[in-house]
């Protein structure tokens, strides 16, 4: 059964909401982490793109349509050298992983102490991992697949 957020205390809970914020269940971390993240509730956010559902149909659209448009044009151009501005894009998109996985295995590894596999996969995640500093960061990785489909721009520019 899911570990119970209603054993915490109030301010444990963000925005009234189910889930509980990890700072909270293990107040060594709080100094890890911003006050920003600490109490995030994505519900602002998440709205936003419930209501705007059609946002990532636009972006493959756009996308897709890039890469074809993009190929015809380099068709009679060489290949653009971008070494630079792709090692430092591919460092930052690894930097932004690299603490999102810093903020939000330690809440995993938590959950996986309390709550079995089959609950942490089918809770919802406004009761396990979509609040809080952790939700800031899981929200924050689904939106990072619309930049990361630039990614296709330097391989389109260096004619791969």
Same mark, same amino acid.
């Given at each position: +059964?899911?570990? @119970?957020?209603? *054993?915490?205390?109030? /301010?444990?809970?963000?925005?009234?909401?189910?889930?509980? /914020?990890?700072?909270?269940?293990?107040?060594?971390?709080?100094?890890?982490?911003?006050?920003? /993240?600490? $109490?995030?509730?994505?519900? @602002?956010?998440?709205?936003?793109?419930?209501?705007?559902? #059609?946002?990532?149909?636009?972006? =493959?659209?756009?996308?897709?349509? *890039?890469?074809?448009?993009?190929?015809?044009? +380099?068709? @009679?151009?060489?290949?653009?050298?971008?070494? =630079?501005?792709?090692?430092? #894009?591919?460092?930052?998109?690894?930097?932004? *992983?690299?603490?999102?996985?810093?903020?939000? =295995?330690?809440?995993?590894?938590?959950? +996986?102490?309390?709550?079995?596999?089959?609950?942490?996969?089918?809770?919802?995640?406004?009761?396990?991992? $979509?609040?809080?500093?952790?939700?800031? #960061?899981?929200?924050?990785?689904?939106? *990072?697949?619309?930049? /990361?489909?630039? @990614?296709?721009?330097?391989?389109?520019?260096?004619?791969?």
């Amino acid at each position: +059964m899911a570990a @119970d957020s209603f *054993s915490y205390p109030q /301010e444990c809970h963000v925005g009234g909401l189910a889930g509980v /914020e990890f700072t909270c269940i293990i107040p060594a971390m709080r100094m890890f982490y911003t006050t920003h /993240e600490i $109490g995030y509730n994505p519900t @602002d956010v998440l709205r936003f793109m419930q209501q705007r559902n #059609w946002i990532p149909i636009l972006a =493959i659209a756009i996308y897709g349509t *890039s890469i074809v448009l993009g190929r015809k044009f +380099m068709v @009679d151009r060489k290949a653009v050298e971008t070494k =630079i501005p792709i090692a430092l #894009w591919n460092f930052s998109l690894s930097l932004f *992983s690299f603490i999102g996985a810093f903020r939000t =295995i330690p809440h995993l590894f938590y959950a +996986m102490s309390v709550m079995s596999l089959r609950d942490i996969m089918c809770t919802p995640p406004a009761h396990t991992f $979509g609040i809080g500093s952790t939700g800031l #960061w899981v929200q924050l990785f689904c939106l *990072s697949k619309f930049p /990361e489909l630039f @990614d296709t721009f330097f391989v389109v520019i260096h004619k791969k």
